[in-house]
């Protein structure tokens, strides 16, 4: 993958938005998180707050006032994971899991997004990205 050729660039660019002057896009993202470790349901929330950080890493704008971009996560307990020692009274046990299960699915929710963009297939005559910038691709 590369980046695309300007002619195509240029030509997305000439194209008129079916919105007319109220030319703000309507997009919503939903996500879900799924792990097998026994987290509580404080934690599943922190989690799915974190993993919006994929969304904003992959789409642009993200998060704007017509978006309904949702994230859920869900721990199906079958993983039972101790505390970690030494943790501070002042934090919940889970601190540190729920820290690196929040990085993890933001890393893979971003991933998954880009997974999707790349090969999504036209819908209703509106066209991928794929069809958009043939040149990204190799031949």
Do not use: K, W
Request: charged share 10%; hydrophobic share 50%; glycine share 8%.
């Amino acid at each position: 993958m590369r980046a695309p050729p300007a002619e195509q660039i240029a030509a997305l660019a000439q194209l008129s938005s079916p919105l007319g002057a109220f030319n703000t896009p309507f997009n919503t993202t939903i996500g879900v998180i799924a792990c097998d470790a026994a987290l509580s349901p404080a934690a599943c929330r922190r989690i799915a707050i974190a993993a919006h950080d994929g969304l904003a890493r992959t789409i642009r704008p993200a998060h704007t006032p017509l978006d309904g971009d949702t994230v859920f996560a869900l721990a199906t307990g079958a993983v039972a994971v101790p505390p970690e020692a030494g943790v501070p009274a002042a934090l919940s046990p889970e601190t540190q899991l729920v820290t690196a299960v929040g990085a993890a699915a933001a890393d893979c929710l971003a991933r998954a997004v880009l997974a999707g963009v790349l090969n999504a297939q036209p819908v209703a005559g509106i066209p991928t990205y794929r069809d958009m910038f043939p040149g990204a691709f190799g031949s």
